[in-house]
């Protein structure tokens, strides 16, 4: 069993920062890429960044600048620093993560996501 843990979402005025957090805990041997995706009210769910193991960062085009990611491989844990929020950043934000489990299974595991409100 794996799961995954987000934390630190709320309600912020425009402008204003969050830090969210995701923790992953369970049968893990390792973690590959870890990542953050969120979802607008009547919006598909879309990429925010992934890092990798190795620290390699990917970004939405229209977020660089703005959000960062990055991770703890000791703690199994990947963080998003949002910065200058905008109304449009109101959504879901969901953890992901590419898992091999101790049993030699590949998995990709979601968190069960964390509401981020942004104020104008």
């Known amino acids: 069993q794996v799961q995954l843990v987000e934390s630190g979402g709320g309600l912020v005025q425009a402008g204003g920062s969050l830090r969210l957090s995701c923790a992953a805990s369970?049968?893990?041997?390792?973690?590959?890429?870890m990542g953050w995706y969120r979802q607008a009210p009547g919006k598909q769910r879309e990429l925010v960044a992934t890092v990798t193991r190795n620290g390699r960062t990917n970004y939405a085009d229209s977020l660089k600048g703005r959000f960062t990611i990055s991770r703890d491989n000791d703690k199994n844990t990947v963080y998003l620093q949002m910065n200058s929020l905008k109304p449009e950043d109101t959504a879901v934000y969901y953890c992901n993560a590419d898992i091999l489990t101790t049993q030699i299974e590949d998995l990709n595991a979601w968190g069960q996501g964390t509401q981020v409100t942004v104020s104008s």
């Open positions: 369970g049968n893990i041997l390792r973690i590959d890429v």
